[in-house]
């Protein structure tokens, strides 16, 4: 009998086979490239529906190698259930290092926020994205928004920001903040609020984002300008949460999530959970600065 | 204004839209003399060809014709609604008139559509967005050149509505709550909102009652007192024609058959086809 080598093990390293983990860190490399400009790709199968962060893991178990120590969070934390799952699965098909340290991750896969922690160098942060597209609440057309994009045709977008100040008298983007990237084109961060968004102007970390329902890819290289979209007179601002306390750290720099106790009172909490336990046990985590979180207090 | 042969704003020259596939012959075989535009080898249908004219700064054209005889593809054609067939149009105040706006590509296009023209349509929803306010429609405008100052953007939006006779409380309400005439005077802000040297207005009052219809071409023949814009006004409607323009284009079968001074037209049409029209009027 004819031996197959290729079936000796029951998956490759990181589930994807090696020509698709090229074809994607191909679309990769083009979307580091253009920044801020979204690739289509393949979006293999995976044995989580699409929807679910395909498109982050996708993206993770691509450039994983043996050496990567990783980290994932949804929405701020790593005990999640969307995050247990996807590393229990990462370190199955890889049996890399898994830490909740953000300092010691090489690479952060998370779902809805930034680490409150700086990000360096050699970190990449990869975002599981529900929408890359920007423009589809203004244009329902993929054609059409891709135009739109072509040409940087994006007055229907800040009409619809100006609707929104004029009816509201704010502009109510929660997550998912539009941005204009190195000055070109208009990118949705992914859900992120927008106390994350200006954490993405210049950092140090490649982050890259991975949309697996829709198919696409993009990305922001270290060290680019990312800009919320703004009026000269109706500015862009993060989360107000009126100088309230973290209630276990007493800490007010942070992004903080409401808690209603059984007695009805009000707490919050820091989101970050690895940036909450640095704090807890009296580490000092080095923190993301940009002009929002300047001008507050710790 | 004194006009020389070389103070024209808009020159457009053998300016051809056909549909389908023609071939050498299609033109020789269309037209007013065979009384259609379909090509009886290729079937194919010239919705108009070989337009010739000039506009000057502040002039009123007027391009009359009935139903299919071309006149909404000529303006369509010349505000980059339609891709041409064939032919060169210019525009002074764009480098200087050296350079075929038609050919240009998307995004030099918005930026004249944006910055010099303004277009008027029939139907207010070709040219408003009716999940936008009317104020937002004008702001689109005014954000395309470059406007980001929403104070900046309201002040001049609520002055254009108080010249059109907009109620300025009503800026941030959905032009799809609004009276036909309404709608179409939303539409004219917009359009004039950037100042632009040429306006097309394309059967503006076609289908607004009768009072209302006297009410918006008052409206237009103000601003173009008050702003001088040139306009080129595509319409059926005589009357309409008499009104606003200074001279006039006959349309027939994609063709021009006739032009002149409109009082001239109206008066002494030469062409058979000029005659008929002018008669029918009642």
Not at chain 1, 28 to 49: D, H, N
Not at chain 2, 20 to 27: A, I, M, V
């Amino acid at each position: 009998m004819v031996e197959n080598k290729k079936f000796v093990n029951r998956y490759n390293f990181a589930f994807i086979d090696e020509a698709t983990k090229k074809e994607i860190r191909r679309k990769l490399l083009k979307a580091i490239a253009i920044p801020g400009y979204q690739v289509p790709y393949s979006s293999p199968e995976m044995p989580i529906a699409r929807g679910w962060g395909t498109g982050g893991l996708h993206v993770t178990l691509a450039i994983i190698g043996r050496e990567d120590i990783f980290k994932i969070i949804d929405q701020g934390s790593d005990a999640s259930v969307n995050a247990c799952n996807l590393r229990e699965f990462v370190h199955h098909m890889t049996n890399v290092k898994t830490t909740y340290d953000t300092a010691e991750a090489t690479i952060i896969q998370t779902r809805h926020r930034i680490t409150e922690e700086e990000l360096k160098e050699d970190q990449i942060f990869v975002y599981q994205v529900p929408q890359p597209e920007p423009l589809r609440g203004v244009e329902r057309y993929e054609n059409k928004t891709r135009q739109m994009h072509g040409e940087a045709d994006y007055a229907k977008m800040w009409v619809s920001l100006y609707e929104s100040f004029v009816q509201h008298g704010d502009i109510m983007l929660g997550a998912g903040y539009p941005v204009m990237v190195n000055k070109r084109y208009i990118m949705a961060p992914s859900p992120i609020p927008k106390w994350d968004v200006p954490n993405l102007s210049q950092s140090k970390a490649l982050h890259l984002f991975g949309a697996g329902r829709e198919k696409r890819l993009y990305a922001v290289p270290p060290y680019t300008t990312v800009e919320p979209l703004e009026f000269i007179d109706v500015k862009f601002h993060t989360e107000n949460f009126k100088e309230m306390p973290c209630y276990k750290t007493g800490y007010k720099k942070a992004f903080l999530d409401e808690l209603y106790f059984d007695d009805g009172t009000q707490h919050y909490v820091i989101n970050d959970s690895n940036f909450l336990d640095k704090l807890a046990e009296e580490n000092t985590p080095v923190q993301h600065s940009n002009q929002y979180i300047n001008q507050l207090e710790a | 204004m004194k006009r020389t042969e070389d103070s024209w704003l808009l020159r457009v020259r053998n300016l051809t839209k056909i549909y389908g596939e023609p071939n050498e012959n299609t033109l020789a075989l269309t037209g007013p003399m065979f009384n259609s535009n379909q090509c009886p080898e290729t079937d194919s249908i010239v919705a108009c060809a070989d337009i010739n004219f000039d506009l000057f700064p502040g002039e009123v054209l007027g391009i009359v014709g009935e139903s299919g005889s071309g006149k909404s593809t000529v303006v369509r054609l010349l505000y980059f609604d339609m891709e041409k067939s064939d032919g060169d149009a210019f525009l002074k105040p764009y480098q200087a008139g050296l350079a075929n706006i038609l050919e240009e590509s998307n995004q030099k296009k918005r930026f004249i559509r944006n910055h010099l023209m303004g277009m008027v349509y029939q139907n207010p929803r070709d040219g408003l967005n009716f999940r936008f306010t009317s104020g937002g429609n004008i702001a689109e405008k005014l954000i395309m050149a470059g406007n980001m100052n929403v104070r900046q953007i309201r002040g001049r939006s609520s002055q254009l509505l108080e010249k059109t006779e907009v109620p300025v409380l009503r800026m941030d309400d959905r032009p799809s709550s609004f009276s036909g005439g309404m709608q179409q005077r939303v539409q004219i802000s917009k359009a004039i909102a950037n100042n632009p040297p040429l306006l097309f207005l394309d059967e503006v009052t076609t289908g607004l009652d009768v009072s209302v219809q006297a009410k918006v071409l008052d409206l237009i023949r103000e601003l173009q007192q008050d702003l001088g814009i040139a306009m080129i006004v595509v319409s059926h409607d005589l009357s309409v024609i008499r009104m606003l323009t200074d001279r006039t284009l006959v349309m027939k079968n994609g063709r021009i058959v006739e032009s002149g001074l409109t009082d001239q037209i109206l008066q002494d049409p030469q062409h058979e086809y000029s005659q008929l029209l002018v008669s029918s009027l009642l």
